[in-house]
């Protein structure tokens, strides 16, 4: 193995340990997010109610869905950025 394949292979396990942690830090703060929305402070049931259970659905689809509509509005300003930075700037007048 090379020393550009294992820079690469470096670049991966760090790259996978980042995602990894973002979508623990996603699931931790949809869950007190919802769990605070949707259950109230002191348990009258071992069990979720209906309510709550629709309540704890919607605000979790909510919450993906502004995720997704957010991650793709920073790809496109990403992809922007770097086809203006790849684009040579006009000759002077």
């Given amino acids: 193995m090379n020393a550009n394949a294992a820079l690469t292979q470096q670049q991966l396990q760090v790259?996978?340990?980042i995602e990894i942690e973002m979508m623990q830090d996603l699931y931790t703060k949809m869950t007190a997010s919802c769990h605070k929305k949707c259950i109230p402070p002191k348990y009258h049931e071992n069990d979720l109610t209906k309510g709550e259970s629709v309540c704890i659905d919607r605000?979790?689809?909510?919450?993906?869905?502004i995720h997704d509509r957010v991650g793709k509005k920073l790809t496109a300003l990403s992809t922007q950025q770097a086809q203006l930075a790849e684009t040579p700037p006009p000759p002077p007048s």
């Fill in 15 to 17: 790259a996978s340990e």
């Fill in 59 to 65: 605000c979790v689809a909510k919450y993906f869905e």
